[in-house]
């Protein structure tokens, strides 16, 4: 008996550093260069055939955080110009409705629905800009609907996944901007009201919102119903969280352990040829390949692996499996960005994701994964 365990335990370890030797192997194939060749030939592409002057609603603004990660590794200016002149389309802000007592915060695309998360993401690279060049106008909106917001006694602002990646990171750059720890102290209020309604506790994972909550709701084999781009949105959320939230805050253990419980259950799920499907769990729901999920969980991986913050010799498998496919499925000949399930917030039966599926969302998510990659391999 003794000898078979032992066995087990010599093949469990052969299999650990087959891994570890693949993955390094597999890493040092990657070069900075040609990771920096792709970032210019997507970001390129995409600049080329989209002005700038475009709406600050989520899908935009989120192409924009690609687009800072881009112009961070890259030092193009004219990415850094791109978002400028998008902000200075928007006139800094996001929805414009001056009167407070008219803002609104459920789900709405008017310029009333100033407190709605879709609109607030906008904010995270008026910031960034910010931090680049100090014109007051760049942080006047951010400033005046953020401080409003967190003098609110509502804590039911997030209520799907989605929001966790638009605000979360607001919150803690106003942090860093303020120094005042409201910022950080509803952060943590509103995240826990987010946990309460979308977590599961058992799979790690987060329902795309309540509706979606099992049994309520269930996938087509009967199964709890994960949107890999939902969960997408809230582990790199989790991620920029963490790169601007001070450790020495009361409630940043709290946030490292979901980022690494959500890491080990994403990994759980990743499908053999690097990509996840749109259902997690149940790959037949919607199978076949989706980026923008796959993209945000490559990223959130290569940062916490970046920062020291995810073991690299369990996570770096999982990584270079998804870059591999990104920069090999996903990335097309021309720099298109592929196999982006179009704006919805579900895994839909039988809906077409294909090389000719694009976003601007998928196409900075792309660029976040990316940007990490370059760093990990300089």
């Given amino acids: 008996m003794l000898s078979k365990v032992y066995l087990l335990l010599c093949a469990a370890g052969m299999l650990v550093l087959h891994s570890c030797s693949s993955a390094k192997r597999g890493a040092a194939e990657i070069k900075a260069s040609s990771v920096m060749d792709m970032i210019v030939k997507v970001n390129d592409r995409w600049q080329a055939t989209h002005a700038p002057q475009a709406s600050a609603f989520w899908h935009v603004a989120a192409y924009h955080t690609g687009n800072m990660a881009a112009y961070e590794v890259s030092g193009l200016e004219k990415y850094r110009k791109y978002s400028e002149d998008w902000a200075i389309s928007n006139e800094w802000k996001g929805a414009k409705t001056k009167d407070p007592s008219k803002w609104k915060y459920t789900y709405g695309e008017t310029a009333d629905y100033v407190l709605f998360g879709d609109w607030e993401i906008c904010f995270q690279t008026y910031l960034d800009l910010y931090a680049l060049k100090k014109e007051p106008q760049r942080i006047a909106r951010a400033s005046e609907v953020m401080s409003y917001q967190v003098q609110t006694s509502r804590n039911d602002y997030w209520w799907w996944a989605d929001g966790l990646y638009m605000v979360m990171p607001v919150m803690t750059k106003m942090y860093k901007l303020t120094g005042d720890k409201i910022y950080l102290d509803k952060l943590f209020e509103y995240f826990s009201y987010a946990n309460s309604i979308m977590y599961d506790s058992v799979s790690h994972l987060y329902y795309r919102d309540a509706k979606y909550v099992y049994p309520k709701h269930k ?21 920029r969280v963490l790169q601007d939230l001070p450790p020495s805050n009361e409630h940043y253990q709290f946030f490292l352990q979901r980022y690494r419980d959500m890491a080990a259950a994403v990994a759980d799920c990743q499908q053999p040829t690097g990509y996840w499907t749109r259902s997690m769990l149940d790959p037949s729901h919607a199978p076949g390949p989706e980026t923008s999920g796959t993209a945000f969980f490559c990223y959130a991986y290569l940062w916490g692996i970046n920062n020291g913050l995810l073991n690299r010799r369990q996570y770096l498998p999982v990584a270079l499996k998804a870059w591999n496919y990104l920069s090999t499925v996903a990335l097309q000949d021309d720099g298109t960005v592929g196999y982006v399930q179009p704006i919805g917030e579900r895994a839909i039966p039988g809906q077409v994701v294909d090389q000719k599926s694009t976003a601007d969302f998928g196409v900075g998510a792309f660029l976040l994964a990316a940007a990490e990659m370059y760093k990990f391999r300089k």
Avoid at 219 to 239: I, P
């Fill in 219 to 239: 996938s087509t084999n009967g199964g709890k119903d994960f949107w890999a781009r939902g969960d997408g949105w809230v582990f790199a959320g989790l991620a």
